[in-house]
Nanobody, 118 residues
Framework: QVQLVESGGGLVQAGGSLRLSCAAS????????MAWYRQRLGKERELVAS???????KYGAFVKGRFTISRDNIKNAMYLQMNNLAPEDAAVYYC????????????WGQGTQVTVSR
């Protein structure tokens, strides 16, 4: 069984920065794509950023160059550096990883709250 543990959320002032981390643990075979999603209050979950096994990245249109996703394949970890945060970035952020061990499994973290004050 593989589990994802997130950390790094919290309260920050508008214009500030946060770095989210997500680490996989357990019986890991291969992790392919990784991604960060977020769910704002009253909204549907949306893709923030994704990174493929080969390092190809994709971002939601709202990111506008403010966030950077990265991964460490040795540590089975993923990061999201968020700069110039705005109140509308407040949400629960979830990490997602595609685990493969003969069958593909979509793994989700427990979510970490990001709050941005004006």
């Amino acid at each position: 069984q593989v589990q994802l543990v997130e950390s790094g959320g919290g309260l920050v002032q508008a214009g500030g920065s946060l770095r989210l981390s997500c680490a996989a643990s357990g019986s890991i075979f291969v992790i392919n794509g990784m991604a960060w999603y977020r769910q704002r209050l009253g909204k549907e979950r949306e893709l923030v950023a994704s990174i493929s096994g080969g390092g190809y990245t994709k971002y939601g249109a709202f990111v506008k160059g403010r966030f950077t996703i990265s991964r460490d394949n040795i540590k089975n970890a993923m990061y999201l550096q968020m700069n110039n945060l705005a109140p509308e970035d407040a949400a629960v952020y979830y990490c997602n990883m595609e685990h493969w061990n003969g069958i593909g499994t979509d793994l989700w973290g427990q979510g970490t709250q990001v709050t941005v004050s004006r």
